[in-house]
């Protein structure tokens, strides 16, 4: 008899256990799913522009095909554009879609001597020659080996060209990858570039701190500049035979 009590007790204590453990199972299997549901939703506010297999989603201003001029390397975009280049051609890479509030995440690297640029708010028009007519840009540039370098920092990469210096100089050698995360917020008027890590710019985007911004610049007397709050995005060739590139390019709609 106290023989059958005492497994009687074991087989009660054995299943409080079982039951203990399935519960605190069920919840934790309840949870889990929430947390990768989240992880899952944050990750898919991005969108991604260029993810390194493929020119989708891009041409070449104004309404080109991308040209052999631009190559898929690795993962990357590069400009290539070596003897093919005739005098005052470009091949200015930009989004076929538009945007208005955003955050642009991407990396870029440039050959020494190389000059290039990240622009928003481009208007594709035939009367606007160049991306630039009407897109800001942020600089990106071989610092040591191009001569803009010497304009003053708010020619320097990183900049808001000609209008805003980096607070910093936290650019990569010549040959490395920069991570660079630009945020244009119209409704907060912020603009914002992180480079490496580091906020290093930030700047108005529309108002009177803009506009002053703008007139005391070199696009003071530039109609369509800065004009458009809703634009392509575009990544500037300058016009010289040396190779940039871009990588890891998304985009978060704000």
């Known amino acids: 008899m106290r023989k059958h009590s005492i497994l009687l007790a074991c087989l009660v204590i054995m299943a409080t256990a079982c039951k203990n453990k399935t519960e605190k199972t069920a919840g934790e299997s ?25 020119f989708d989603g891009w041409h070449v201003y104004p309404d080109k095909p991308v040209p052999d001029t631009w ?19 470009r091949f200015n890479m930009v989004t076929d ?10 990396e870029w690297k440039v050959s020494e001597g190389a000059n290039s640029g990240i622009m928003w708010g481009v208007k594709e028009d035939p009367k606007y020659k160049e991306p630039y007519y009407t897109g800001p840009e ?16 708010t020619h320097q990469a990183g900049s808001l060209y000609d209008m805003v210096a980096p607070s910093k100089d936290v650019v990569k050698p010549v040959g490395e990858w920069n991570q660079c995360v630009l945020t244009i917020n119209h409704k907060t008027n912020e603009g914002i570039v992180v480079l490496n890590g580091e906020e290093i710019v930030r ?8 506009d002053n911004m ?14 458009y709050s809703t634009g392509k995005i575009a990544l500037q060739d300058h016009g010289e035979k040396i190779s ?11």
């Not at 879609?97 to 991407?106: D, I, K, P, V, Y």
């Not at 005391?216 to 004009?227: I, L, Q, R, T, V």
């Open 214 to 227: 703008v007139a005391n610049s070199k696009f003071a007397d530039w109609e369509a500049f800065g004009k």
């Open 30 to 54: 309840a949870e889990n799913p929430k947390e990768m549901t989240k992880e899952v939703e944050q990750e898919e506010t991005w969108t991604v522009l260029f993810d390194g297999t493929s």
């Open 71 to 89: 190559k898929l390397e690795d993962g990357a975009m590069i400009l290539r554009p070596s003897d093919v280049r005739k005098d005052g051609e």
């Open 97 to 106: 879609r538009e945007f208005t509030n955003f955050t642009l995440s991407l």
């Open 244 to 254: 940039i590139g871009y990588r890891n390019i998304k985009i978060k709609e704000l």
């Open 138 to 153: 942020i600089q990106v540039l071989d610092n040591v080996g191009h001569p803009d370098a010497k304009n003053g920092t």
């Open 203 to 210: 700047f108005p985007v529309n108002g009177e701190g803009w």
